[in-house]
């Protein structure tokens, strides 16, 4: 598994705000795993940041519940790095913005305490009439900034997609 270097990371960032704007509209992300270097990463592009909307870094279960209105019940049962969470993610970050398409990212990454399994993460991609784009990712022992990196070219990558399908 090659470790995505920070141009390719800038470059697909780069095609996100592309497709956007073409679109006539904006990106919205909720990051959990990441810590902002998704949105970090959009906002980074020159000439293109306009096509950014907003971002919710929602790294806590608290986090998550008071920032996108997700039930603390869902996320005892499903656990907070889950399919059903990070479409959640995804899903109310979209109803808090005007974006057309939005990427939620939700796992551990870079040592994990109690036996959580480093390298798992969900990440969900939804445009605004063009469906939910969901990978299970198993990244494995990886480092945080390995990871993160890993992460965030997945994300991007279904961003684009979700744009691609954006009525």
């Given amino acids: 598994m090659q470790i995505p270097t920070r141009g390719e990371l800038e470059g697909l960032a780069r095609r996100a705000l592309t497709t956007?704007?073409?679109?006539?509209?904006?990106?919205?992300?909720?990051?959990?795993c990441t810590g902002g270097e998704i949105a970090s990463?959009?906002?980074?592009?020159?000439?293109?940041?306009?096509?950014?909307?907003?971002?919710?870094?929602?790294?806590?279960?608290?986090?998550?519940?008071?920032?996108?209105?997700?039930?603390?019940?869902?996320i005892a049962r499903a656990g907070a790095v889950s399919e059903e969470v990070g479409r959640l993610m995804a899903l109310r970050t979209l109803?808090?913005?005007?974006?057309?398409?939005?990427?939620?990212?939700?796992?551990?990454?870079?040592?994990?305490?109690?036996?959580?399994?480093?390298?798992?993460?969900?990440?969900?991609?939804?445009?605004?009439?063009?469906?939910a784009f969901h990978r299970e990712c198993h990244f494995g022992d990886v480092s945080r900034d390995e990871g993160t990196a890993l992460t965030s070219r997945v994300?991007?990558?279904?961003?684009?997609?979700?744009?691609?399908?954006?009525?």
């Fill in 41 to 74: 990463l959009l906002t980074g592009v020159e000439g293109l940041s306009h096509a950014f909307d907003r971002g919710f870094i929602t790294y806590s279960e608290p986090a998550k519940s008071e920032m996108l209105d997700i039930d603390p019940a869902i």
């Fill in 95 to 131: 109803a808090r913005s005007d974006a057309i398409a939005s990427v939620a990212v939700t796992g551990f990454i870079g040592g994990c305490p109690d036996g959580d399994e480093n390298g798992l993460v969900h990440i969900v991609a939804m445009s605004r009439g063009g469906g």
């Fill in 155 to 167: 994300a991007l990558e279904l961003l684009v997609e979700a744009l691609d399908a954006a009525g």
């Fill in 20 to 32: 956007a704007e073409n679109k006539d509209g904006t990106i919205s992300v909720s990051e959990s």
